[in-house]
C-alpha cells in the first residue's frame, strides 16, 4: 500500500487532500500544529495516522518525518499544505509577521522536502506535491509578504524537481486561486461576491477541488517541475 504524509492536514485544503488520499486507497498520516482534537477526530474516522508537526521547527519535522516512516515502513507522497496568511499594506509589515509568514509558509516547506528525500532517494521513487498560490505567480496587493514565500514555494519546486528527477521523484506544485476556506473569512459577503466577478468561472474553488489536482500530480510520473494553476481562469 502506497503512502503519504500531509502536513497541514487539518486545514481547509488540508483536511480534503487526506480525504481524497485515503479514498484513493493510500495509507496517510495528518501532520497538526495547533489542532490535535481535529486530527484525531480524522483519525477515528478515517484511520489516518495523526502526527504532531510544527513545520516552522525543523527538529520537529525531522522527528515527525522519521515517525511517519517508521510507522509506515517507507513514504511515497509528501503533500506540503500547512501555510497561513496575512493582509496588510507592505510599509506595515513588522519583522514579527514576516518571520512568521515565512517561517510556515517557506521555511517548512523546505524543511519538509529536506526530511522527506533521503527516504525516497533510498526508494528511488516518491512524489513531492507543494501547495502554493497564484499570488506566488503574479502577486498580490495588500498580501505581499505572503506572495514573496508562495513564489518561493514556486522556485523550491522547479529546483527540486530538476536535482531529485535522476532517483525517480517528481515535485509539483498547485498554486490555488481563491478557495472557500477559514483563510477567506476576512472578507465580507459583498468582498467575496466582487472578487468572484473577476474570476471567469464566477465562484470560489471547493478544497475538494484542489484536492483532486493533487491527487492527479501524485499519480503521473511524467509530470515534474510544473506549477498547476487551480484558479477558475483568474489571471490566465
Same mark, same amino acid.
Given at each position: ?135 506566488? +505567480?503574479?502577486? @498580490?496587493? *495588500? /498580501? ?6 508562495? !513564489?518561493?514555494? =514556486?522556485?523550491?519546486?522547479? &529546483? ?30 459583498? +468582498?467575496?461576491? @466582487?472578487? *468572484? /466577478? ?6 470560489? !474553488?471547493?478544497? =475538494?477541488?484542489?484536492?483532486? &489536482? ?23
Amino acid at each position: 500500500m502506497k503512502t503519504a504524509f500531509v502536513t497541514g492536514g487539518t486545514g481547509g485544503i488540508g483536511e480534503a487532500v487526506v480525504r481524497a488520499l485515503c479514498e484513493a486507497g493510500l495509507q496517510t498520516a495528518v501532520g497538526y500544529c495547533n489542532a490535535k482534537e481535529k486530527a484525531n477526530a480524522l483519525s477515528a474516522e478515517l484511520g489516518v495516522l495523526p502526527v504532531y508537526c510544527n513545520t516552522a521547527d525543523a527538529a520537529c519535522v525531522n522527528d515527525a518525518m522519521q515517525y511517519v516512516v517508521q510507522a509506515f515502513g517507507r513514504l511515497d507522497l509528501l503533500v506540503n499544505c500547512a501555510g497561513i496568511s496575512e493582509w496588510g499594506l507592505f510599509d506595515t509589515l513588522s519583522d514579527a509577521t514576516w518571520q512568521n509568514l515565512r517561517s510556515v509558509n517557506l521555511d517548512g516547506v523546505v524543511y519538509t522536502c529536506r526530511a522527506a528525500v533521503p527516504y525516497m532517494i533510498r526508494q528511488k521513487s516518491g512524489s513531492i506535491v507543494n501547495i502554493g498560490s497564484v499570488w506566488g +505567480e503574479t502577486g @498580490a496587493s *495588500c /498580501e505581499a509578504a505572503y506572495s514573496a514565500c508562495k !513564489a518561493g514555494v =514556486s522556485g523550491l519546486t522547479k &529546483a527540486l524537481a530538476k536535482e531529485l528527477a535522476p532517483s525517480g521523484i517528481t515535485v509539483n506544485c498547485v498554486a490555488p486561486g481563491a478557495v472557500q476556506t477559514s483563510m477567506m473569512q476576512r472578507f465580507s459577503a459583498d +468582498e467575496i461576491s @466582487a472578487l *468572484c /466577478e473577476e474570476i471567469p468561472l464566477g465562484r470560489l !474553488a471547493q478544497p =475538494s477541488e484542489i484536492a483532486q &489536482a493533487v491527487l492527479f500530480l501524485s499519480r503521473v510520473s511524467y509530470i515534474t517541475g510544473q506549477i498547476l494553476g487551480i484558479n477558475g481562469g483568474l489571471y490566465i
